[in-house]
């Protein structure tokens, strides 16, 4: 199993910052993708932005490209997300998710949500 503890949101307006951390713990060895989705109200999840733990071009979707920034700590169990030039669009609750693109019998884990508020 693998925990993941999310930290970082919060209230801002439009144009301002926020940065998100996620750390993982348990067997993290069994995991080697971690990202960020999130899910506004009355709409489906969708992905942010995920990066491979050993290193590796990230991938963002269209809508965050150029203004936020994903990235792996040190000591490859705690991603980051740098958001930056927020718009009210963003707002969602924000969900850090740990997973093997290699080995498809290892879950998906997901963190408990954190809100994210981009007020206009």
């Known amino acids: 199993q693998v925990q993941l503890v999310e930290s970082g949101g919060g209230l801002v307006q439009t144009g301002g910052s926020l940065r998100l951390s996620c750390t993982a713990s348990?067997?993290?060895?069994?995991?080697?993708?971690m990202g960020w989705y999130r899910q506004a109200p009355g709409k489906q999840r969708e992905l942010v932005a995920t990066?491979?733990?050993?290193?590796?071009?990230?991938n963002y979707s269209d809508s965050v490209k150029g203004r936020f920034t994903i990235s792996i700590g040190n000591a490859r169990n705690t991603v980051y997300l740098q958001m930056n030039s927020l718009k009210p669009e963003d707002t969602a609750v924000y969900y850090c998710?740990?997973?093997?693109?290699?080995?498809?019998?290892?879950?998906?884990?997901w963190g408990q949500g954190t809100q994210v508020t981009v007020s206009s």
């Open positions: 348990g067997f993290i060895s069994s995991i080697n993708r």
């Open positions: 990066v491979i733990i050993s290193g590796g071009a990230p």
């Open positions: 998710k740990a997973d093997s693109y290699s080995r498809l019998t290892v879950p998906n884990y």
